[in-house]
């Protein structure tokens, strides 16, 4: 199976760029006129049936070019690969994990115990930069993983050379494209 993008149309005003993102993107002194400046896309990362993350991302259309623009609004295409050709560089802002059974993701402490969080549940959460190749902010972005990525169901596996069963984990393709080599990662969305 292969991942896949789901646009969610959540609208503008739902979704306002976070201080921090406006601080990066849009420089310490901008105000509520700057608003325009930024585009918001929220998708949903699904293998199958399973939701692994959700993630909104404000970029800056400015930046990108018009047919990149284009795949952004019009197409489920992941963000990293539409802006792959950038040469961009992520910068990993937080990192936190679970500390609630409704998903709410805080600080946890080293050796603390989690508690079980439902499979849809977010269990941790992302927040990171893009820059160009020449260091130009140009996206700010929040991941929220679920315990759907945590959580996939063996399947029973049939091996035709020894004539024997086994189980395997059911794995997701993660490359979007088959011409994407492993090494390569988009590294947004």
Same mark, same amino acid.
């Given at each position: 199976?292969?991942?896949?993008? $789901?646009?969610?149309?959540?609208?503008?005003?739902? %979704? =306002?760029?976070?201080?921090?993102?406006?601080? !990066? !993107?849009?420089?310490?002194?901008?105000?509520?006129?700057?608003?325009?400046?930024?585009?918001?896309?929220?998708?949903?990362?699904?293998?199958?049936? $399973?939701? @692994?993350?959700?993630?909104?991302?404000?970029?800056? =259309?400015?930046?990108? *070019?018009?047919?990149?623009?284009?795949?952004?609004?019009?197409?489920? *295409?992941?963000?990293?690969?539409?802006?792959?050709?950038?040469?961009?560089?992520?910068? *990993? !802002? /937080?990192?936190?994990?679970?500390?609630?059974?409704?998903?709410?993701?805080?600080?946890?402490?080293?050796?603390?115990? !989690?508690?079980?969080? *439902? =499979?849809? #549940?977010?269990? @941790?959460?992302?927040?990171?930069?893009?820059?160009? #190749?020449?260091?130009?902010?140009? /996206?700010?972005? %929040?991941?929220?993983?679920?315990?759907?990525?945590?959580?996939? =169901?063996?399947? /029973?596996?049939?091996?035709?050379?020894?004539?024997?069963?086994?189980? %395997?984990?059911?794995?997701?393709?993660?490359?979007?494209?088959?011409?994407?080599?492993?090494?390569?990662?988009?590294?947004?969305?």
């Amino acid at each position: 199976m292969q991942i896949a993008a $789901h646009r969610v149309d959540v609208g503008e005003a739902d %979704v =306002p760029l976070p201080d921090a993102g406006r601080r !990066l !993107l849009l420089g310490a002194d901008c105000d509520d006129t700057a608003v325009g400046t930024y585009k918001h896309r929220r998708v949903r990362l699904a293998c199958g049936d $399973h939701v @692994l993350s959700e993630a909104d991302n404000w970029y800056l =259309p400015e930046c990108l *070019t018009p047919d990149q623009n284009r795949q952004l609004e019009e197409t489920d *295409t992941p963000f990293g690969v539409v802006v792959r050709v950038l040469g961009f560089r992520r910068r *990993t !802002l /937080s990192s936190r994990l679970s500390t609630s059974p409704s998903g709410t993701c805080g600080h946890a402490s080293i050796g603390a115990e !989690l508690p079980t969080a *439902t =499979p849809a #549940a977010h269990v @941790l959460q992302h927040t990171a930069v893009l820059s160009t #190749a020449q260091g130009r902010p140009f /996206s700010y972005l %929040v991941e929220r993983y679920t315990g759907e990525a945590l959580s996939f =169901p063996k399947q /029973s596996h049939h091996d035709s050379r020894s004539g024997s069963r086994s189980s %395997v984990d059911d794995a997701c393709d993660v490359t979007p494209h088959a011409s994407r080599s492993g090494s390569d990662r988009s590294g947004a969305e």
